[in-house]
């Protein structure tokens, strides 16, 4: 089945250090985005990407990068890891419709020490 | 931008009984509401959308609800089971600079107890 995967699912890192998480996806999707969740805010848009030479901020970037190497991957990266940055990330893809069904990935989720 | 207020926050319900989560949002330009149901330690699935030219949508259990006049749209879930226990996300379809993306309420944290 076509599906989203992103690696690590799990990560414990210290504050200062830089970190890369990683997604694929094999849906055959354009479109790429990240996202982090943390309790009682819901799912928040870090950075969004509509083609391979396509990248934009969303509503959280301060902190954060991101690298879309190919059609199929989406990366992100944390350049100096600090505390509250602490959170499940999720990937997710979509078409290009205008009705924007997103397909998300099994997220990983992230401690910073 | 966009704002998407989602009520109640947490929600318990005996099984059987209906369950009923409200959304409001702020551009009324929005023309795509999506919900997503994330049961636990799981990803983000879409339950059932709704389009602004339509007032309402059913999908067995679950329905939908749009008001574009109030800018407020709602998900009804009938004769609730334990397995629609999870955490429940509204989200608006926002266009900017060419480009549309989901954003997304705080989420419902939905109880069903046996």
């Known amino acids: 089945d076509a599906d989203v995967t992103q690696t690590p699912r799990n990560r414990i890192t210290k504050t200062g250090k830089r970190i890369m998480l990683e997604c694929s996806q094999t849906?055959?999707?354009?479109?790429m985005y990240w996202y982090r969740q943390d309790p009682g805010l819901g799912l928040r848009l870090i950075y969004y990407s509509f083609d391979v030479k396509d990248i934009n901020k969303g509503e959280i970037s301060d902190g954060y990068s991101v690298s879309r190497q190919a059609q199929a991957k989406f990366s992100l990266s944390l350049e100096s890891a600090i505390p509250n940055q602490t959170a499940l990330y999720f990937c997710a893809t979509s078409s290009g419709s205008s009705y924007n069904e997103q397909f998300f990935g099994p997220g990983t989720r992230l401690t910073v020490l | 931008g966009e704002n998407v207020e989602q009520h109640p926050s947490t929600l318990s319900v005996q099984e059987g009984d209906s369950a009923v989560i409200k959304c409001t949002y702020s551009?009324?330009?929005?023309?795509?509401f999506p919900w997503y149901k994330q049961e636990l330690g799981k990803r983000p699935q879409l339950i059932i959308d709704?389009?602004?030219?339509?007032g309402e949508k059913k999908d067995q259990r679950i329905a939908v609800t749009l008001n574009k006049t109030a800018k407020h749209f709602s998900l009804h879930i009938t004769e609730t089971q334990p397995e629609d226990s999870a955490v429940y996300f509204c989200?608006?379809?926002?266009?900017?600079?060419?480009?549309?993306?989901?954003?997304f309420g705080a989420g419902t944290r939905l109880a069903v107890h046996p």
């Open positions: 989200a608006v379809q926002l266009f900017s600079g060419g480009y549309n993306k989901l954003i």
């Open positions: 551009d009324s330009a929005s023309n795509y």
């Open positions: 849906k055959g999707h354009d479109r």
């Open positions: 709704i389009r602004s030219n339509v």
